[in-house]
């Protein structure tokens, strides 16, 4: 039986008239398949009961890259040098991150997952790299 691992999306917006998108690259829903698993796509959900019904049918999650994590997340103000952010995606993902670590499922965080994955557990997170500390890092 191969396992289905969830893995979460982001939303855009292409058009104003229009209701968001749901994003994911292709290469995560590829990863999964090459290892063997069933790739499942959650989709942006307000519904708690929803979104539990989703997990609890999971094997694995993995928690996609995407924008900044909102510093409300982790008790701070926003900085000016902080990139877009999507608060809807924060609470969901933050809910599933802490919903597997509770629960034992193995889960995995890339690049934005890493940063969800470290919030859900009470940790905070630089927000403006080059204006926080002295680093040649740069990552946008």
């Known amino acids: 039986m ?14 104003d008239w229009c209701p968001p998108a749901l994003l994911l690259r292709k290469t995560y829903t590829d990863a999964i ?13 307000d519904d708690e009961e929803v ?10 999650l993995l928690i996609s890259g995407g924008g900044d994590v909102d510093p409300l997340s982790y008790g701070e103000p926003a900085l000016p040098g902080l990139g877009p952010t999507d608060p809807q ?4 993902e933050l809910l599933l991150a802490r919903w597997a670590t509770e629960d034992g499922k193995p889960v995995l965080g890339i ?19 080059p204006s926080q500390i002295k680093t040649n890092l740069v990552h946008d």
């Open 2 to 15: 191969k396992p289905y691992i969830g893995i979460t999306c982001g939303t855009f917006r292409d058009r």
């Open 33 to 45: 398949v090459t290892a063997g698993g069933v790739p499942f796509i959650i989709p942006v959900v």
């Open 51 to 60: 979104l539990r019904a989703l997990y609890d049918r999971l094997d694995g």
């Open 89 to 92: 995606r924060d609470s969901i």
């Open 111 to 129: 690049c934005r997952g890493i940063q969800v994955l470290n919030v859900a557990l009470g940790g905070s997170l630089y927000q403006d790299i």
